[in-house]
């Protein structure tokens, strides 16, 4: 069945460091890729979200794009800062509804 | 425009206690999914409703949890008797259509359940 592998957490960063969490998925047919965002006693909100191969996904400065090549779809961030401190889930849809990686807590200091 | 609604945010019971959380989806989404989070994990699908009628329950455990959507739009899910291993958060999800399971699906806040 379809399955997204994300890299393990917890992820500790300065202020203004760059940020890479891997994704890597295995489906059937052609699935859109997604990322979610789970802030602190929040529920999950779509971050982006790119539906073919070599879309690019972005907000928020996030970035990802879809490498069917290497079935990957790492997020990217340049300069995180404090307030993106958050769990960020991988997620993936082809014929069944969103299937999510176990997510990955990102933790930003000042 | 509102968001998707759930209550309770919190509960707490004992085991082989009944409780049923409620979700009120955005409007106009004719899809509303239920899922459970157990702490560490990502989210699992556990039924998905396409207005009245269910569309995938099959990982739903149909032997204590039960979930309805009676008039198409809000949705209640209930759990009888409860287990320790039922302790999650449990998040509600709309979207607009579900010819397209791509579709981009808007999540509540959830509720957390406790099982004592």
């Known amino acids: 069945g379809d399955s997204v592998t994300q890299m393990e957490g917890p992820v500790t960063l300065s202020e203004e460091a760059f940020l890479t969490i891997n994704c890597t998925y295995t489906a059937t047919g052609y699935p859109s890729l997604f990322w979610y965002v789970q802030y602190p006693g929040e529920g999950l909100q779509l971050l982006l979200k790119?539906?073919?191969?070599?879309d690019k996904g972005s907000n928020k400065g996030f970035e990802a794009t879809y490498r069917k090549e290497t079935t990957s779809f790492h997020l990217e961030k340049g300069s995180v800062q404090v307030s993106d401190s958050a769990v960020y889930f991988c997620?993936?849809?082809?014929?069944?509804?969103?299937?999510f990686g176990k997510g990955t807590r990102l933790s930003v200091i000042a | 425009e509102a968001g998707v609604a759930q209550s309770p945010r919190y509960k707490i019971i004992e085991k082989r206690q009944s409780v049923a959380f409620w979700c009120n989806p955005i409007s106009g989404h004719a899809t509303l999914y239920w899922y459970q989070q157990i702490l560490g994990q990502g989210p699992k699908l556990l039924i998905q409703f396409q207005n009245n009628g269910v569309v995938d329950d099959s990982q739903l455990p149909k032997d204590r949890f039960s979930a309805e959507r009676l008039k198409g739009v809000d949705s209640t899910l209930k759990i009888q008797p409860a287990k320790l291993e039922d302790s999650a958060v449990y998040l509600c999800?709309?979207?607009?259509?579900?010819?397209?399971?791509?579709?981009?699906?808007?999540f509540g806040p959830g509720t957390r359940l406790l099982v004592l």
């Open positions: 997620a993936l849809s082809s014929d069944t509804p969103l299937v």
């Open positions: 790119a539906t073919k191969a070599d």
């Open positions: 999800a709309s979207s607009l259509w579900a010819a397209s399971l791509k579709e981009t699906q808007y």
